[in-house]
């Protein structure tokens, strides 16, 4: 089992930045190294995802609406990942989530073991 607690949410202006932050109690799983992605849910839609690293390598992934804005990163020592999140854009309010899987990455929510219980992210234009 792995726990996952998501902090850093807030409400901001259009144009602020804001760094979420995500304590894993650890990387890996009895399957070996982990995947970890940032999800985010506005009201009355789906889950999506935002960013994913895969933790063995560093190796970052974005989807098309947080290329260029966002960075995901993670400190090994720590235990922590964290979301960057700068030019944010009304849109971008919504609950965002930490979550990880064993084995590879993907941008879907369903195939993902372990989630935080997320941070709330406002931002106002």
């Known amino acids: 089992q792995v726990q996952l607690v998501e902090s850093g949410g807030g409400s901001v202006q259009a144009g602020g930045s804001l760094r979420l932050s995500c304590a894993a109690s650890?990387?890996?799983?009895?399957?070996?190294?982990?995947?970890m992605a940032w999800f985010r849910q506005a009201p009355g839609k789906e889950r999506e995802g935002v960013a994913r690293?895969?933790?063995?390598?560093?190796?970052?992934y974005y989807t098309d609406s947080a290329k260029g804005r966002f960075t995901i990163s993670q400190d090994n020592a720590k235990k922590m990942l964290y979301l960057q999140m700068n030019s944010l854009k009304p849109e971008d309010t919504a609950m965002y989530y930490c979550?990880?899987?064993?084995?590879?990455?993907?941008?879907?929510?369903?195939?993902?073991?372990?989630w935080g219980q997320g941070t709330q992210v406002t931002v106002s234009s």
């Open positions: 690293i895969w933790t063995g390598s560093g190796y970052t």
């Open positions: 650890s990387f890996t799983d009895n399957r070996g190294a982990l995947c």
């Open positions: 979550a990880a899987r064993p084995s590879f990455c993907t941008w879907a929510p369903n195939n993902y073991d372990y």
